[in-house]
């Protein structure tokens, strides 16, 4: 048998597979709660046959959001929410963390429920645009976190990691990659600070590691994690000083017992091997590059070592059994991208199983 249908490990749990649901933002939290509902916890459920399902990106705090409808994991009703959504999950023999978000500077006021800016870690706008509900808009300049507010940052993140345990998830994933706040600190063209979190590559790896230590003492290093993408040009992210960088936070990281390592390898595929070698734990891959997505082929990582877990995004939307349709080798459905973000059950509830097989097709309400 292939490597990656074998049982895994991480923390506290035991994985049925070595297959990976990543983390993908649906912007489904349509109530003024912004909590996830019975829709969501019927789309997940759907998916527990992965090792481990990662969620959607959830803000930590109001301000952490970025995007429409995201869920958020800082008030008693999202805590409600998602107990449901990880009842439903644990009903099926999954097992599922949380990926606690904070988007920083890829925000845009009209997206939140209530009247905030995004903030970052300078006041550098970044090039492009993102989805409101009004159509794309222009990024906005950020305000730049005062060191009094940067320490909140810490303490919401941790706030964030004992309401995921509330809620019953098995642990959290720190969104570190893709160009949202952790990430921004990490780069120099978002991150101009002259002070302590700015500057030099430790300086800059400060805020990633101070989030980690806060979290780890609230919920334990065995249900933490954490995702980076080094060199993700994603977010108008521009990095130097890569791999002093990535092995100073990597062997930092190695000093706090986390339950995974989640690389996302798009940027810089050449530092996987090496940050590979330094990471002493388990290490989840998403071998995702330009152009291509994580498939089939990719299996083949897992039976030569080259990680310890493998993670699908996009081929997880469409194909809710995914470990069972490649372990035998199935058809797998393509997704319908134009219904990923926002929306309801159309492109989100409604993929199939295959005929007789495991995953559950209960039925959405709303
Ligand atoms: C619709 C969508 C939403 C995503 N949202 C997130 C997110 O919230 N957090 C995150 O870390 N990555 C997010 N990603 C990136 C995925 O986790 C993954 O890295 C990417 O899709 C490449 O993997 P794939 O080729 O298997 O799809 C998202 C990707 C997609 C397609």
New binding site residues.
Partial sequence: MRAAFTPGRIGRQELRNRIVM????RSRAHGPDLAPGEMTATYYAQRASAGLIIT??IQPSAVGQGYPDTPGLHSDAQVAGWRRVTDAVHAEGGVIYA?L?HTGRIGHPSNYRTPQQPVGPSAVRARGQIFTHEGPRDFVVPRELSAPEIEQTVRDFADAARNAVAAGFDGVEL?G??GYLIHQFLSGNANRRTDGWGGSPRNRARLALEVTAAVTEAIGGDRTAM?LSPANPLNDIEEEDLTETYHHLVEELNGFGLSYLHL?ETGAPELTPELRRAWKGVMVL?P?TPGS??GPEHLSLVDEGATDLLS????FISNPDLPERLATGADLVEPDMSR??GGDGRGYTDYPALAGGAAPSRTASA
């Fill in positions: 990543a983390p993908m933002t959607e990106g990926q978000m969104h990659a893709n995702r996302l998403n995702a997505r994580t699908f995004g996009r081929l990923a973000y």
